[in-house]
């Protein structure tokens, strides 16, 4: 396994389901996030994670449920979402706060997904 | 408001060309800046980082100019597979925790 995965890629869900993105990170990097990405929008940052501690959450309606049990992996629990919220959810890690990189992140693939 | 705003383009040019980006930024306390490419369809991954006036590596120059707010990207002798979108991105927390802020971005097609 190399770098950053995610699972599923694609998901489609109706408004009443609950539903769990999975985020893996082999690069042995302490610091991780979510992000949401849009249509003709810029990536937008959700959720920061640093030592499995969260310290960001940019105003994310809380039908997103973050989860981080350890430094390499990152959940993102969805229920009740709005069709609105329809987007390519990316992960990404970097090396953690203070190490002064925490900038250059690597992203994993995304998951592309449909609220109907 | 923190903001990043660029040029969305498109840049269309020919191969060998010479292309550059413009990039401002609203905080003049920002600390770190990015530049990061993406492919149609493809997760985001980073070209440069800019934490002093500037960097270069190889084809792309990166320089910034701190008085102005603005930061720049200079790519020489265009490939095709340069064509892509570059984010323009800052990280106005000072670096220290990775909170990055997105431009739009540019989207360049080099064309033979």
């Known amino acids: 396994e190399t770098g950053v995965t995610q699972t599923p890629r694609h998901l489609v869900m109706g408004m009443t389901n609950k539903k769990s993105l999975k985020c893996e990170q082999h690069?042995?990097?302490?610091?991780m996030y979510w992000y949401k990405q849009s249509a003709k929008k810029p990536l937008e940052l959700m959720f920061v994670?640093?030592?499995?501690?969260?310290?960001e959450n940019n105003s994310v309606p809380s039908r997103f449920s973050p989860e981080c049990p350890n430094s390499s992996h990152l959940f993102l629990h969805l229920h009740t979402l709005q069709p609105e919220d329809s987007a390519l959810y990316l992960c990404?890690?970097?090396?953690?706060?203070?190490?002064?990189?925490?900038?250059?992140?690597?992203f994993g693939p995304g998951t592309r997904l449909t609220v109907l | 408001r923190k903001e990043v705003e660029q040029d969305p383009g498109p840049f269309n040019v020919p191969e060998g060309a010479t292309v550059a980006f413009n990039c401002t930024y609203s905080?003049?306390?920002?600390?770190?800046f990015f530049w990061y490419r993406q492919d149609c369809r493809k997760e985001p991954k980073l070209l440069m980082s800019?934490?002093?006036s500037g960097n270069e590596d190889g084809r792309f120059t990166a320089q910034l100019n701190r008085a102005s707010q603005y930061i720049s990207l200079l790519i020489r002798d265009s490939k095709l597979s340069d064509s892509a979108t570059y984010l323009c991105?800052?990280?106005?927390?000072?670096?220290?925790?990775?909170?990055?802020?997105f431009g739009k971005g540019t989207k360049l097609s080099v064309k033979p």
């Open positions: 991105v800052v990280n106005f927390d000072g670096g220290s925790q990775g909170n990055l802020i």
């Open positions: 800019v934490y002093s």
């Open positions: 905080n003049s306390a920002s600390q770190s």
């Open positions: 990404a890690s970097s090396q953690g706060r203070g190490s002064g990189r925490a900038g250059e992140q690597f």
């Open positions: 690069l042995g990097h302490n610091a």
């Open positions: 994670y640093n030592f499995k501690e969260q310290t």
